[in-house]
């Protein structure tokens, strides 16, 4: 156990790099870290150093794994299951596929279009942008793993509940006609080397840190500030874990912007930091992650608008629920 614990602190939440960025602050910086200007800077430094390597880390694993699922190959496994089973397994394999919703839309064409129940792609839709491996770890880094598992589990049941609903519903005249006639290639693709599978995942790294950097980067700062410079009365009098409405706020608040996962973490260990409900610090999370405008706007391109209402409308309930329930039952978790 204190091994663990170890690993733990050193690994992921990289205490190593808090003490240096310390020294660096406050001894080349000549900046008080507990002051206002110097804790903004480390908290700066720190965490855009930390989710960079952990990042990288990460997407390049998770490529790793990925090679072994192409679309077609994906397409097929998910073929063979009916029913519950289907969209439980395209929910898993969601984890290991893109990192944003937008990019998870291309494959979700693929799917509809090569036959799959429109329930089982929804199923993955939901669950590609909101949950996948890295964001186990990133939230343990930045919270605890009974947080990071918890959150894992619930975007996976959101994901299944989802798009059962949406099979239930028999919404498949609602996708727009030239997403069934956009067949996916049959082909048999030839198995990847060892050094190819390496080489996709570092294109992998650079191609998503790229789309990325800019949000991380964005959202570190938005957190500094926050963290440093936003008293708590006035955050916890707009968020509190007093306020019913919190939840719902924090929810809408999320859909109008466009980032993922790892340019909210630090918006949301910052808003937690002064006592917002961890409830509602993962409901703009996912907010932001599974219900942004862009996506939406996207998405609209191919399913009609009853349909996209629908997905909607039971995505955003799922998240206002397991926002009030991280809030009611959140003392379990920290």
């Known amino acids: 156990m204190i091994i663990f614990e170890w690993l733990n602190n050193q690994l992921l939440k990289m205490e ?6 310390t020294l660096l602050v406050r001894d080349v910086f000549g900046l008080d870290v507990d002051g206002r200007v110097g804790a903004s800077v480390h908290f700066f430094i720190y965490d855009v150093i930390k989710i ?3 990042l990288s880390v990460l997407i390049f694993g998770i490529s790793y794994i990925q090679s072994f699922f192409p679309p077609e190959r ?3 496994i998910l073929g063979r299951f009916n029913g519950i089973t289907a969209n439980i397994l395209s929910a898993l394999l969601g984890t290991v596929t893109p990192f944003c919703s937008c990019s998870s839309i291309p494959l979700f064409i693929g799917f509809t279009s090569a036959g799959l129940p429109i329930g089982v792609t929804f199923s993955f839709l939901i669950s590609s942008p909101l949950v996948d491996l890295a964001s186990v770890i990133l939230l343990a880094s930045i919270f605890n793993w009974k947080i990071a598992i918890a959150y894992v589990v619930v975007g996976l049941i959101l994901a299944v509940i989802g798009g059962t609903i949406i099979s239930k519903l028999k919404l498949e005249k609602y996708v727009e006609p030239f997403v069934f006639n956009n067949k996916m290639l049959d082909s048999q693709q030839e198995e990847l080397t060892t050094r190819e599978r390496i080489d996709f995942s570092k294109d992998q790294v ?6 990325v950097w800019l949000y991380i980067l964005i959202g570190v700062g938005i957190g500094a500030a926050i963290h440093n410079w ?5 955050i916890t009098a707009l968020l ?3 306020k019913w409405y919190s939840v719902l706020l924090a929810t809408l608040v999320g859909v109008p912007m466009y980032a993922d996962i790892f340019g909210t973490l630090p918006i949301a260990e910052a808003l937690v930091a002064k006592g917002v409900g961890i409830g509602t610090a993962l409901a703009f999370m996912m907010g932001v992650t599974a219900l942004s405008l862009p996506s939406l706007i996207m998405l609209k391109k191919v399913v009609k608008t009853k349909l996209l209402a629908t997905f909607f409308v039971i995505v955003s309930v799922g998240i206002i629920i397991i926002g009030y329930s991280f809030n009611a039952f959140g003392y379990l978790f920290l």
């Open 206 to 211: 650079i191609d998503i840190i790229k789309k």
């Open 230 to 234: 936003i008293p708590e009365s006035i």
């Open 52 to 54: 960079f390597i952990l």
């Open 16 to 21: 190593w790099l808090h003490n240096l960025v």
């Open 74 to 76: 994906t397409r097929k």
């Open 240 to 242: 509190g874990q007093d």
